[in-house]
């Protein structure tokens, strides 16, 4: 038992299935550690590279903890592009490869039960950005009086207010339909416009466990829903496929809640 | 115009994913394996805490823009 080494565990995948692995975190091999049905990718990693004490040392250090999610995600990223995979949740360390496969074995059943849930699926992510005015232009004539312009005011913030109401529906409606091109939904809160790195507002942040096999029939779809939403001022946007980060649960009794 | 997001490493590099909406799935996603694990299951809340300060910097630069033009981000 080497005591420099420490187990970096990155997801699940069935057992048996052959894929050429990616390299890991810093470069490191990335090997499967079998446990029945299913198996660990994992990469081994010197202490100092990535041990209790570099976590604790770096649990609120912006560049260290983007590094290591950035890696992460990208040994997953490779793996969903060819078979199914159950992300784990960041950070993900174990002393060694037998406590890592005690670890395992104890939840097999529910582990199992999570990877089964997401067998031949991805997750797509899909946003709904306020990108401009609604197709209905105002009027332009010059009020003519005081009291004709506030009402005009008047009318236009009751006009104002149906818009935004009828967006809601609107997006309530894109969400219905994507959710039922797939086979789960889930609604996340909308990321802040300084933090997607766009002036629009978002009005929807949703994720979708999307069969394989159906993701041309999605993107038409999303096509097909942006194409409609456009005279409204909003659009849709679809990025994936993903892994299933966000449909990855472990089955009532060993989920934790989230921050 | 349909904007896809393709982030798949068989469609083209992976330099496409917004580190934003990484970290949106990275934070409260994926499996928590209790049990043996080297970190407690409490020290999670502080990585999260760790990765959303990632995006504090773009948001610190940002906001003071928004704000100039007299608009507020909307409230997580």
């Avoid at chain 1, 609107?170 to 996340?188: D, K, P």
């Avoid at chain 1, 999303?222 to 892994?243: F, K, R, S, V």
């Amino acid at each position: 038992m080497a005591d420099d080494i420490v187990v970096h565990a990155y997801g699940l995948v069935r057992s048996g299935v052959s894929l050429p692995l990616p390299r890991g975190i810093d470069g490191a091999a990335v090997t499967l550690v079998d446990v029945g049905r299913f198996a660990a990718l994992v990469s081994e990693l010197s202490t100092d590279a990535l041990g209790e004490e570099q976590w604790r040392a770096h649990e609120e250090d912006p560049r260290w903890l983007q590094h290591v999610a950035t890696e992460h995600h990208a040994v997953l990223q490779a793996v969903v592009d060819q078979t199914d995979v159950l992300p784990l949740r960041l950070p993900a360390i174990y002393r060694d490869t037998g406590t890592l496969r005690r670890v395992l074995c104890e939840q097999q059943a529910e582990l199992e039960a999570a990877l089964e849930s997401v067998r031949g699926h991805v997750e797509m992510g899909a946003k709904i950005f306020l990108v401009g005015p609604s197709a209905k232009t105002e009027t332009q004539e010059r009020p003519r009086s005081g009291r004709d312009y506030l009402a005009r005011r008047s009318a236009e913030a009751a006009t104002r207010e149906q818009a935004r109401v009828r967006r809601q529906q609107q997006v309530l409606t894109v969400h219905e339909q994507l959710a039922h091109g797939s086979t789960r939904g889930t609604v996340n809160q909308p990321q802040e416009a300084a933090l997607s790195g766009r002036q629009e507002p978002m009005l929807l942040n949703a994720a979708y466990l999307l069969a394989r096999g159906r993701f041309d029939d999605f993107v038409s779809l999303a096509e097909q829903l942006n194409a409609d939403l456009a005279a409204d001022g909003m659009a849709l946007e679809i990025t994936g496929p993903w892994p299933p980060y966000n449909f990855a649960q472990v089955p009532e009794s060993t989920s934790v809640g989230g921050a | 115009m349909m904007t896809v997001h393709q982030v798949g490493s068989n469609v083209g590099s992976n330099e496409d994913v917004a580190l934003v909406d990484l970290i949106d799935r990275l934070i409260g996603g994926g499996v928590v394996i209790s049990g043996d694990v080297v970190l407690s299951i409490a020290n999670v809340d502080l990585v999260y805490l760790g990765l959303q300060l990632v995006l504090a910097p773009a948001h610190a630069v940002e906001q003071s823009v928004v704000l100039h033009h007299g608009r507020k981000p909307v409230e997580g």
